[in-house]
């Protein structure tokens, strides 16, 4: 480079190259700048912060939320309602009731004690008891209604074999809750092949106002059908006539012609108090005009 100006020796003189420039890299390639993230990427990181945060408070609060065995946690332990739904949810109603009781006047108005009473005596099968309570819990807050254990208990007691137990039942489940399918079993129950459950229930169908809704005449055909005493079947016939349904024909012509099929009255009519009413009444319907 010798007999170079100064400038042309500058111009020469390029990267270091060698074992100089393995263990020192061109600076211009090593040192890049780096760039902080743009504000697009900050508020994506913003928001799915703010999302996951909320995501947690959701579950916490759910979780804390969440419904013990008795379905009424959320109870300040201290309060006989906090004590008694603690004892449910042990397995041991009769210590529920135990701490109910003891308190007496203080939960007469506690709609939520009272409502963990009807829990307490039902699954001891106090059925009585049990409606009583839960009367009184759903007059203080009707609210209540809704709760799914009330409506399982009061379902499994208007199927009791007790018939006063299935009245007693309709008439808080359907009096008192908005559940659809207590109308629903309670329109069954009327129309039962079961003597009995149809005439307990009905007193509650017109409680009710559901008298409109009832297929009187398959009821009232069960009765011409099944009433022990010739009187009863014949107060069923004036039942049937007063329908005014030509279909109660049928069922009154089998209740004329119907005979004893065994012992001493073998042939005779089973049922010969009726017989001049159930004709006249088949003559009525016949002559009603179609449609009437």
Known sequence: IFGLTPEQRLAQTGPVSGVASALEPDASRTMQR????????????AGII??????????????????GKSGEDGLDPNTPAGAANEALERGDPAKAIAVLEAKGDLIAK??????????????????GPSLYAYERALKLEPALESKPTLR????????DKDLLVVANAFKVWVGRTR????????????????????HAVRPVI???NLINEVDWLTAYQFDLEQEQACPARKEAVSKLRALKDPRAVQPLERAVKRKYTKGKDRGKPFSPCLIEDANAAIGFLRSLPKGS
Request: charged share 25%.
């Open 179 to 198: 559940d659809p399918e207590a109308k629903e079993l309670l329109l069954k129950a009327a129309v039962s092949q079961d003597l009995a459950r149809r």
């Open 34 to 45: 780096v760039k902080p993230p743009s504000s697009r990427k900050w508020m994506l990181y």
């Open 152 to 159: 399982a208990n009061l379902r499994a007691m208007a199927a």
């Open 110 to 127: 506690d709609s939520m004690a009272q409502l963990l009473l009807g829990h307490a005596h039902a699954a001891r099968r106090d059925s």
């Open 206 to 208: 017109e409680e009710t």
């Open 50 to 67: 703010a999302v996951a945060a909320v995501a947690g408070v959701a579950i916490a609060v759910v979780t804390s939320g969440s419904p």
